[in-house]
């Protein structure tokens, strides 16, 4: 499928779930987004026979998200399922790791590719107050485990935010000259206009330099970073690359083949890569590839603008496959060109946890 600006689109992001067992400060608020009500989520049969329509139009690469993918009861039932299209070459998984040790063994037997894993720091003291849920143990024992099973290449994303993990950049990289990991750096993304700032504060404390005393202050009111508070936490990437390399040595560029949107280095004698990916920046929009299902069946063309193309309904009322299909299509037709955030556009409307990231 080609797009009105001459992209191809063959990647699909389909978000199983919009429920999550992490409450990540720049995803979402404390006590969480309100959920689908269990009926409005698609089935496994529904999201199945969506994804084979959108494989016969062309789509190869299927990537499961949420929300949590993980916690959705018997995932690898729907691995299975989409492993069966012949046309889909990579079947790929964004997790937070923390029920990936009990799953890993399964979901890679019933045919799932590989995993990218969102770890954004390497010290429990840290983790406690990004994620607020969970624990870095586990989410370590579950790459260990992906690792096991073979589910590769594995990547690390790793969202980076000034004064919060940008110290850690060089830990980051260390890992890759031991283990064949991919660590990502993304770029923060202020994806949900929350707050109106009256009074800016920082999100980092200013306690002292002991490490146990990590504290991220974060409004009361909004229960995550808000999109200003993201926006200055941007940290650009030229300064994270000088300060590996100002540690470890020089980094050569290096491309592997599910390299995605990332720019990627690799260090001398390194088992892995250190990549960037910047959706603000660094304009990806040229090379966007990709449609995205949410869990509620919306398709959307584009996960920076508001717009949303509802599938549930015609599914439900008995649509022909061919009925499908056109809906794939005219939302391709109208995919828009690109996402005006760094001119200051707000997305107003759903979170990265309820759209899929
Ligand atoms: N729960 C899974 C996970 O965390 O890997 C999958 C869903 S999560 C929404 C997908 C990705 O979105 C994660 O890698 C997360 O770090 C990223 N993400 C969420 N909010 C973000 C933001 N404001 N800026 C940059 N990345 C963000
Ligand atoms: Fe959950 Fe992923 Fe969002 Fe973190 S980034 S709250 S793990 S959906």
Not at 99 to 113: F, I, N, Q, S
């Amino acid at each position: 499928m080609k797009d009105s600006f001459g992209r191809t689109i063959d990647y699909l992001r389909v978000s199983v779930t919009d429920r999550c067992n992490f409450r990540c400060v720049y995803c979402m608020p404390e006590d969480g987004y309100p959920v689908s009500p269990k009926d409005e989520l698609l089935t496994f049969e529904e999201m199945s026979r969506l994804i084979h329509i959108a494989a016969d139009l062309g789509m190869t690469k299927v990537r499961l998200t949420g929300g949590e993918p993980l916690i959705r009861k018997d995932l690898s039932m729907l691995v299975a399922n989409i492993r069966k299209h012949p046309a889909i070459s990579d079947l790929s998984c964004t997790t937070n790791a923390h029920l990936l040790g009990e799953k890993a063994a399964e979901l890679k037997a019933a045919g799932l590719d590989r995993v990218n894993i969102s770890l954004d720091t390497l010290r429990e003291d840290k983790f406690v107050e990004i994620a607020r849920r969970g624990s870095l143990r586990r989410v370590m024992d579950g790459i260990e485990e992906a690792m096991r099973v073979g589910l590769n290449p594995i990547k690390i994303n790793c969202v980076l935010m000034k004064g919060v993990n940008d110290d850690e950049v060089v830990d980051f990289a260390r890992w890759t000259l031991r283990e064949d990991v991919h660590v990502r750096f993304i770029e923060v993304m202020p994806i949900r206009w929350n707050l109106d700032e009256t009074d800016p504060m920082d999100a980092m404390s200013a306690l002292s330099g002991d490490r146990k005393l990590f504290r991220l202050r974060i409004q009361e009111d909004v229960g995550m970073l808000s999109d200003a508070q993201m926006r200055r936490m941007v940290v650009p990437f030229s300064v994270a690359k000088e300060r590996i390399e100002h540690e470890l040595g020089p980094m050569t560029s290096f491309e592997i083949p599910t390299n995605g949107p990332a720019h990627t280095y690799r260090l001398a004698n390194a088992k892995g890569t250190v990549g960037f990916i910047s959706q603000i920046s660094w304009d990806l929009c040229e090379r966007c590839n990709r449609l995205r299902l949410t869990a509620d069946g919306q398709l959307r063309p584009c996960l920076m603008s508001d717009g949303e193309v509802d599938l549930r309904t015609p599914l439900r009322d008995g649509a022909s496959d061919d009925e499908i299909r056109s809906v794939f299509l005219n939302v391709v037709a109208n995919k828009p060109e690109r996402h005006y955030l760094a001119e200051g556009q707000k997305v107003m409307g759903r979170g990265m946890s309820q759209i899929g990231g």
